[in-house]
């Protein structure tokens, strides 16, 4: 399959109208009009569009060149929207994302996540046939060029631990993509979550964008969650805020 292909099979799948209004309600919780929306891990924009529809700025981050291309077209005119073309990781610098061309939502610049994925069921006819070396900023950095966010959305394919060490300052709310090949890294995203002060945890499997849990839970009760997962589940998001901000049933 062609990059092009491969993207307009994307376009489709993520930008169906009909989840829009699923998505709106879903991310309503943590955004308002006016707010603050980092989006790291862009990849198709669905994320980003709900949060411009709500009336959030947006900064989206995506490293892929064709993908970027893509949402500088989608997003022209829209008020609020920033894209910044690079990757995001612990420290500045430079770093090597390897591309799938066949499925370019799962673009990765951690070679511990192809190396889980290779055989793992769910996870079949993966290939990454290609990389490219990008820039590399930190989401402290991207806080002091464009203010502090409001709600950050974490989806770059088992590089979620090293995202946040770059962090230091804990925004109102934030989600972090978790996948049963890498619940080290799920693991090690919470512990850095609970460090910088966040209280509150849900998750959400796959695109259902329903809550796991009935009420927020503690951090180590999502741990044990994560833990206990069927390989099955595969993946879903991590949902977390801090003492003075609740989770939204």
Sequence with gaps: ???????????????????????????????????????????????????????????????????????????????????????????????????????????????????AAEGAPGWEGQVWDAEIPLPRTTLDALIAAHGMPDFVKIDVEGWEAEVLAGLSRAPRALSFEFTTIQRDVALASLARLSALGFQHFNASLGESLEWEFPAAVKASAMADWLRNLPATANSGDVYAAGAAWRLKA
Aim: hydrophobic fraction near 45%.
């Design 1 to 115: 399959m062609s990059h092009a292909a491969a993207i307009g099979r994307s376009l489709r799948l993520y930008h169906d109208p009909a989840r829009q209004p699923l998505l709106d309600g879903f991310y309503r919780r943590f955004l308002g009009i006016g707010d603050l929306a980092f989006d790291i891990g862009c990849h198709v924009g669905d994320r980003a569009a709900s949060f411009s529809r709500i009336g959030a700025r947006v900064v989206a981050v995506e490293p892929q060149p064709r993908l970027a291309r893509a949402l500088r077209l989608m997003f022209r005119g829209v008020p609020g929207f920033t894209l910044v073309p690079s990757l995001i990781g612990a420290s500045g610098g430079e770093a090597v994302l390897r591309l799938n061309s066949a499925n370019p939502t799962v673009a990765t610049a951690s070679t511990d996540f192809i190396a």
